[in-house]
Every structure is written in C-alpha cells, then in structure tokens.
C-alpha cells in the first residue's frame, strides 16, 4: 500500500494525460476503504473520471459505501441519476439507506423511482426502523435454510449465492413460519458428513436480538460472545435479518465518540474537519447553557462581596476550589459513565459505585485540603486560611465523587443517557457549592482571617 | 439466558443440597461469558465445587478466560496445580500468557514445569512480545497451507484440525519459508471446485501486520478493512499468528477506555469496582499535579491583589472566565483527540485542525463575551465591567481553542500519547491566561471601572 499522496499525484498525472487504462489499473489495486482520503484532494472534474473509472470495474457501489459522509454531495453530484440508482442496486440494505438518506428530497425520490419496485419497497420498510435501532444496521442478505437440508446442499446454496457472499458465515435454520431455529457456522458445514441434515448440526438457540432492539446492546452481545454476526428476529422470532461484526466494530467506535463528546458538551456531528462555521452553530446551544452555570457561581461570589472586600486575599484561593473540585468531579464522571457504557453496571450496583466515589472524595479531599491549606498558611502567613481552605476541599471533593457518581446513576434511573449532560451538572454544581462553602467559612472566621 | 441472579439462587441451592447432576446440567447451559457474575456472588467453597464440574465437562478453560481479573486469585487458589496446568495447556498461547501473568511467581513456577515442554517454550518466547504490541494478543492456532493444495484437500485438512476452529475462518497460504502469500476464506474454498489449488483462488496480498505493530494500529486496520481476522508476520513476512476480530474489538473498547481517562487524568487500572483505596492511591499522583497547576492560577491572581482590592466585583467574574475557558478548551481537545485516536489526522491536517478549532474559539468567544458583558453591565451597572468581561472573554476563548486543539497535536509530534497530559495543560494555562487577561485589563481600566 503506498501512501495516498504519493497515489493521488500519480493518479492525476494519469488522469491529466488521458492515460486512462493505466488509472485504471492503479485504481483496481487501490482497496475501496482508502479511496476516501484520495477523494479528498481530487477536483470535481477528476472525481467525476475515477467514479467512471470504478463504475467500468462494478466498484463504485463499494466505494460509496466506505466514503466519509462529507465527501458524498461531490460524488453525487457527478453522477447520474441512472448512475446512482444502478450503483444503489448494488448495495446492501442498510447501506442503500445510509447514502439515500444523505441526497436531497427531489433528487431522493427521482433516484428511487428509477430502483426496482422490490428494492423500492425493500427501502421503505427498512427506513420504518427507527435510528439507533438493530433493523437499521441489519442486512437482509443471508441464507435460511430448513432443517432437514442437508450440509452438502447448503453447500450447494451458498455456492448459488453468488459473489456477495460477505454476510456469510454462518447458515441460518428456520422453520416453516420463518422463525430461527438454529445457526450452522461454515466451518462445521465443511467438516460435517455431507448427508447430514442441517438440523442436526446446528446450534441450538443461539444468541440473537429483535428490530427495536438499542444498537449498544446488541454490539454488547457481539462482543461479550464473541459473535462474527448476531441474527436479528421480531417479537415472533421471525429471522428479519443480519448484524456482521463490521457493523458491530462501527457502532462500537461511534458510540465511544458519542460518550466522550456528550461529557464535553459536544454535538456527534462535530468533527475534525467539520466546517468552522457549522462547529460554532452545534456548540452554541451548550455554550450558553455554559453561561448560564457559570453565572450561578458568579452569583454566589456576589453573596460574598462584603467578605472579599475586607479579606481579598480569599479571592486568589478562588480558582484552586473550582479546579480541584471540576476535576475531582469529572474523574468520578469518568469512571462511572464509563463503566455504564460498558454495562458493567446497574442500579444497585450504581449505588455502591456512588458510595465509593464518595468515599474516594472525601480521602482526596483530605489529602489535597491538607496540601493546599498548608501552601496558603505558609504564602499568606495565616494558618486560618489555610483551615478553611483544607476545609473547603474536603467538602468540595466529597461532594464532587457524591455529585459525579450519583447524577449519572440517577439520569439512568430516569432513562436518561447517563453522559449527555452530567459533565454540565457535575462541575457547575461542584463549583457553585465549592465556593459557597469556601467563602461562607471565610465569612463564619472573619475575625480570624483579618 | 434467565437473568444471573435467579440462576445464582438456583445454583447455590443445588449445591448445598449435593444435587451435582443437575448443577451440571444447570452449567452446561450457561455461556461462559455469563459465569463471570455468577461467580462473582459464589463463596469460595461453592466455587471450588462449580470449577470442578465445569472441569467435567472440559469447559474450565473457556470459562477462566472469560472471567474478569479480580475474581482469578479466588479460582486459581480453588484449583490444584495439575488441574491448572490442564487447563492451560487448553488455552490459545494469549489467553494463557494473560492468565500466567496473574499466578504469583512460585505458583506460576510450578504451573509452568507442569505444562509440556513445546508449550512452555511457546509461552517463554510469546511472553518476548512487548505489552501492547501484536504478538501479545495473536494466537498461533492457524491453518497454513502450501499453494499446491487442493480446495478437497484443504477442506479435509479443516476437518483433521479438531474441535478448536474457532481461529479457521480463513487458511493460509504460504511458501516453502513459511512466507505469506495470500488467504483463501473459508467461503471461497467451499464454492470452489474441489481440485483447484489454494494458490488460485487465494486473495493475494492481504492486509497483514507484523508481531511489533502496535494493538491499536491493528485494530484500525481490521475496522478499516472490515476483515474478521489479520494475519501477523515477522519482519520477512514469515506467518507467525493471526489476530481475530473478538480480540480487536477488546482491544477498541480498551483504547476507547483509555482515551476518556486520559482526558480526565485517570489510570486504567482505576475502574468502578476497584477498591477504594487503590482508586485513591492511583489517583493521587495527578491529583498533585493539578493542584500544583491550580496554584499557578492563584499566583496570577494574587498579582494583581491591589486591584481586586479596589474592584472587588471582579472577583465574582472569575468563575466566569474559568468556566467558559475551561469549557472550550475541553471540547476543542476532544474533538482534536477522538480525530486522532480514530486515525482521521495526521501533522499537517492537524495544523489545519488547529486552524479551524482558533477560529471557532474566535467566534464563539465573541458570542459569549457579548453575552456574558452585557449581563454584567446590566447587573453591576458598569458598561466598563462588562466591556473588560468582554474582551478577556474573547481572547481567553480563542486561546482555549488553540491550545486545546494545538497541545495534543504537538504532543504527538513529539511521539507522547497525544490524550495523555493534554487536559491538564490546557485547562490549566486556559484558566491562568484568561485571568491574566481579565485582571489585567481591569488594572488598566481600574479609573472606569471604579
């Protein structure tokens, strides 16, 4: 694999020369998955040549599928109606889906209108799933078989299946009401006696989920077994469909973008190379929420004016409290919506997790209170700021594990996700009470602190 | 699958009433991933019982590998050295190096002398494999083939090569050195006809990786490629191991893990069930740093003392400005390390990343700075007050934008985990710019502001 740039300078030279049969074949080696970053540094003129180019070899349709979203608009644009709905033809449901969902309405139903009527109807039952959903991700290319075939002609089958044989790794058995019986992986085919019905061999109600079922939970069952694919049935146990492993590895991958995006505020579709303008507009909302919180805090030091006024030296400890305690609090964040994701726990089990952050809190607040008072007797000379700046820690990093445990247990318990929006509560909450206690005891030892 | 609670009820009952057959039977249709919390609510004698049957029934070996860590110490003391030998010599090469790893060191001495000879050499040179690296998480349970050998042939040499095929979803094809030259799936070798050689129809080339290569450049190759398994080579591309999909997709959800730690300052080992104490101790270390971090923006403050004495008001504005550059930065951050962490950018796009992050920071300054000084010009009174909140607002959120963007990207420059470290830099020279800014503005406007 030679490194893209060196690819795409070569492949506009060729391009630019007309030497076409060569781009050809430099294209034909270059794996679908890396024509993305390619893609990226062509001009419109040149994207339309090598979608021609792959068209010639039937690689379009895989091209598209592995194309990053914000490329898509060119590469539509370049084609043809006739074009698009032949390359959709070739693709997998769920995929069909995704790219059809990204063409603007008129365009959508132009192109529809040129499928074939059982794809067309095909793609209309499959957008009725909703988002997130299993159905979604599910491919209905698989191959059921009855329990009486035996191994040697689902050998046969698979061999009629053709080339698209991705989805393939396992046999399905179904009754005949189409409900799932069992499962026969290739391996065991191959190595079983050929007269041997399919019944015999299979395995026996094997791990599989429904339509409506969260695609978290399933990618979670994919990776607690160990599956290559997961059979996806409804409520009857009917076998609607497919989830490979592929599948499963994507939906993990954006799900943990998901939870570190949402502890920072962030909206998904804020990427890297998301345009700057569209990355201000998804972070606004959460900004001024920001603004809001930060306000609470600025009201609480506003209690306390009369205070600083005659003990300023209060105001410089200010920013120690809000940075222990935001970070105390998002460590225990961290650690419990972490564990949620990963769903090693529940609610009863949240609740010791709340326990022990809390616990975990009040030892660190101990230890950096007794730090930090110790640094402000020694700078200010008086060893009652430092008692109630160790004081305040305590409370403040206790309250940060209790907050940072409890408030994405409780937005669970509410059915909530647990990482949208904790991060917000946790350090404003932590930031406000730090201060109030911090300068409320400055207040209560006035005398002292004078 | 019955929830874990009510087959534990059971079970503990079968147990102590001596009833072991239908214990057994019980077991025998538990996964293995699911003995994992059962055990966790079983005493040690009562697991000591379960092991042995599960012994019984050849399954201890599956079992343990699935187990999480914490309960080993309790299985293994539950086992006799025999028995454990057994049960290793069961095991892939990775799965034991990783159960070996926890024995102590006399035990695992014992243990060890127990195995046979070739596979106590195998795991000597596995355990050469750095941490992290392909070698630790390839097994070397494969099927190579010479390119000779008939479709038939390949297929009978699939059946001869027993129950564990759990690796087998493609056969190798390799020369007389042991080289790599190509994979035929499993798939291809059934459609195909019985006396064609591997050697036409194997994939050519396939993506490999070597044994020095990192775990997660592994695992964006196979997400990448969509590929079930990937072959592991030396430096002469001489076929060492293969690496399958389960353990990549352990590996993403580590790396995932990893990354949102980082960012909060976490050790890995710190998770929500660790013990208090040892959460306590590993979080320590960082948990001085920030604090020495923190007083970096005391001493800011503290500079400008006089002016906080004739101005108390602004010191209720400080949260303000922490807060908000606080905020920005983090995301800025998490959008800049999610990118890399998923293999989206490299140096130069990263420069440009910090391109586009600067001037959202720009804008989003602008937005919240009018927003935050008009609020404190209509509450303090002051349009001066909400001007310097203004300014100080603009400039502290552009330079959150560059330096959560640009610290991360000239960490990895500098070959360090770009997520590592990176939060806390940032936050920390967020905060004591913004409030350099802020105070020192208002110094130079102590006359309208008075």
């Known amino acids: 694999m030679a490194p893209t740039e060196v690819t795409t300078r070569i492949l506009r030279r060729l391009l630019a020369g007309g030497v076409t049969s060569r781009a050809e074949r430099l294209l034909s080696r270059v794996h679908p998955a890396d024509l993305g970053p390619l893609f990226a540094d062509l001009s419109p003129q040149e994207i339309r040549q090598v979608v021609d180019l792959l068209f010639g070899q039937h690689r379009a349709a895989n091209t598209l599928r592995e194309l990053p979203p914000e490329l898509l608009p060119q590469v539509f644009e370049s084609l043809s109606d006739e074009r698009l709905a032949a390359v959709f033809g070739r693709l997998q449901i769920d995929d069909m889906l995704e790219l059809a969902e990204r063409l603007d309405e008129q365009r959508h139903d132009r192109v529809l209108t040129l499928l074939p009527a059982h794809k067309r109807e095909e793609l209309r039952k499959h957008a009725l799933y909703p988002e997130g959903s299993a159905g979604r991700v599910?491919?209905?290319?698989?191959?059921?078989?009855?329990?009486?075939?035996?191994?040697?002609?689902a050998i046969e089958q698979i061999r009629a299946f053709g080339e698209d044989t991705d989805a393939i790794l396992y046999v399905y058995v179904v009754d005949t009401d189409g409900c799932?019986?069992?499962?026969?992986?290739?391996?065991?085919?191959?190595?079983?006696?050929?007269?041997?019905?399919?019944?015999?061999?299979?395995?026996?109600?094997?791990?599989?989920?429904?339509?409506?079922?969260?695609?978290?939970?399933?990618?979670?069952?994919?990776?607690?077994?160990?599956?290559?694919?997961?059979?996806?049935?409804?409520?009857?146990?009917?076998?609607?469909?497919?989830?490979?492993?592929?599948?499963?590895?994507?939906?993990?991958?954006?799900?943990?973008?998901?939870?570190?995006?949402?502890?920072?505020?962030?909206?998904?579709?804020?990427?890297?190379?998301?345009?700057?303008?569209?990355s201000v507009r998804k972070r606004l909302p959460w900004q001024f929420l920001n603004l809001g919180a930060v306000f609470i805090s600025a009201w609480v030091v506003g209690l306390f004016e009369q205070t600083l006024d005659q003990i300023v030296t209060l105001a410089v400890f200010m920013p120690v409290i809000n940075g222990m305690g935001g970070n105390g609090g998002v460590q225990s964040l961290t650690v419990v919506t972490r564990a949620m994701a990963l769903g090693e726990i529940e609610f009863s089990s949240g609740l010791r997790a709340v326990g022990k952050e809390l616990m975990v809190g009040l030892a660190m607040g101990l230890c950096a209170g007794i730090a930090a008072g110790t640094i402000a007797w020694l700078w200010q000379g008086n060893p009652w700021l430092g008692a109630v700046l160790c004081a305040a820690?305590?409370?403040?990093?206790?309250?940060?594990?209790?907050?940072?445990?409890?408030?994405?247990?409780?937005?669970?318990?509410?059915?909530?996700?647990?990482?949208?929006?904790?991060?917000?509560?946790?350090?404003t909450a932590t930031d406000a009470f730090g201060l109030f206690c911090f300068l409320g005891l400055g207040t209560l030892l006035l005398d002292r602190l004078a």
Chains 1, 2 share one sequence.
Request: proline fraction near 5%.
């Open 138 to 153: 599910m491919t209905t290319s698989y191959l059921a078989v009855d329990e009486k075939m035996t191994a040697q002609d």
């Open 180 to 278: 799932l019986e069992g499962l026969v992986p290739i391996r065991r085919l191959v190595a079983a006696r050929p007269d041997r019905p399919c019944g015999e061999i299979m395995i026996r109600e094997p791990v599989s989920t429904t339509v409506q079922a969260d695609q978290e939970e399933v990618a979670h069952l994919v990776a607690r077994y160990n599956l290559l694919a997961i059979p996806v049935t409804d409520d009857e146990r009917r076998l609607l469909g497919v989830i490979t492993v592929d599948d499963v590895i994507e939906v993990i991958t954006e799900e943990a973008t998901e939870d570190m995006y949402n502890l920072a505020g962030l909206n998904d579709a804020d990427r890297v190379f998301t345009p700057a303008s569209t």
């Open 393 to 427: 820690m305590v409370v403040t990093l206790t309250m940060a594990g209790l907050l940072g445990a409890a408030v994405p247990v409780l937005l669970k318990a509410l059915r909530q996700d647990p990482a949208l929006g904790s991060g917000a509560i946790v350090v």
